[in-house]
């Protein structure tokens, strides 16, 4: 369970980027500060996270969906989006097949 506190202990203080306990604290650390990692140290301590490789899949296509103008806009999306042309026109395809069965 999360907990929310609002003020850090007093001894907080101790805490610093260099003296993280784990690899995984100092990772987080570099990722999004200090601050916010003493934040879930000390409202999440024991919890598990698992951050899945694909979660940011569905933003993706929906930026291509979104953003697509024509066949000459998809190895911007593509870099864009960090993934390949091919995906890019699967993800169209898939859009238009939705929208035909949907009219339909």
């Known amino acids: 369970m999360v907990r ?3 003020t850090e202990p007093v001894w907080s203080k101790y805490i610093t980027e260099d003296n993280l306990p784990t690899e995984d604290l100092k990772y987080l650390c570099s990722i999004i500060g200090l ?3 003493k934040k879930l140290m000390f409202n999440a ?4 996270f698992s951050i899945h490789a694909h979660c940011n899949q ?3 296509k929906q930026y291509i969906i979104d953003n697509y103008l024509d ?3 998809v190895n911007r999306l593509a870099l864009a989006c960090e993934t390949t042309t091919r995906y890019v026109y699967k993800v169209i395809k898939e859009h238009v097949a939705r ?3 949907k009219s339909n």
């Open 45 to 48: 301590a024991g919890e598990k």
């Open 58 to 60: 569905q933003y993706k």
């Open 71 to 73: 066949a000459t806009s």
């Open 35 to 37: 601050e916010a990692t």
């Open 99 to 101: 929208k035909k069965s």
């Open 4 to 6: 929310n506190s609002e």
